[in-house]
């Protein structure tokens, strides 16, 4: 059968594509989550189970070095952006957990992730993407702003 070619922009469908190139004889959904007898929530997941996808161990590294040489959390966060669109990250959103210290303004909370996180989906709109399509949840800073007050 004929597969077509999706982007690995596109996690959930670029994963699929590759478990349907990998898993022979599939007949379920199910047949294609199944790892060693573990049933994934999502096909990306059980590509990395798979290990079809890449680790992220030197897109951590490379971003630790950017981290260090970069001065400003909004630096911080457009560095970020440029990843998500340039490089092929396995696990976008623990790269992001890994370094949101570095991309929030004042102290840790969860209003400064999420005002991190809007600034970040702003920027991915501004190039035609959204934080969405890379696994994050929506981000509606306004919501956040009315609960607080």
Do not use: K
Not at 97 to 115: C, K, L, N, P, R
């Amino acid at each position: 059968a004929r597969v077509y070619a999706v982007s690995p922009r596109n996690t959930e469908l670029y994963a699929l594509r590759l478990l349907l190139n990998e898993v022979r004889g599939a007949i379920s959904w199910r047949c294609l989550l199944n790892v060693d007898g573990l049933i994934h929530s999502t096909f990306h997941e059980a590509c990395l189970a798979r290990g079809l996808l890449s680790s992220d161990a030197n897109h951590f590294n490379a971003f630790q070095e950017i981290v260090q040489n970069t001065v400003s959390a909004s630096s911080v966060r457009q560095q970020f952006v440029d990843f998500l669109l340039n490089v092929q990250v396995a696990e976008p959103v623990r790269l992001f957990e890994a370094f949101v210290d570095h991309m929030i303004d004042g102290e840790y909370s969860t209003m400064s992730v999420q005002m991190a996180l809007s600034s970040i989906d702003r920027e991915l709109r501004s190039r035609s993407s959204s934080i969405s399509a890379f696994g994050f949840d929506p981000v509606n800073i306004d919501v956040m702003i009315r609960r607080i007050l």
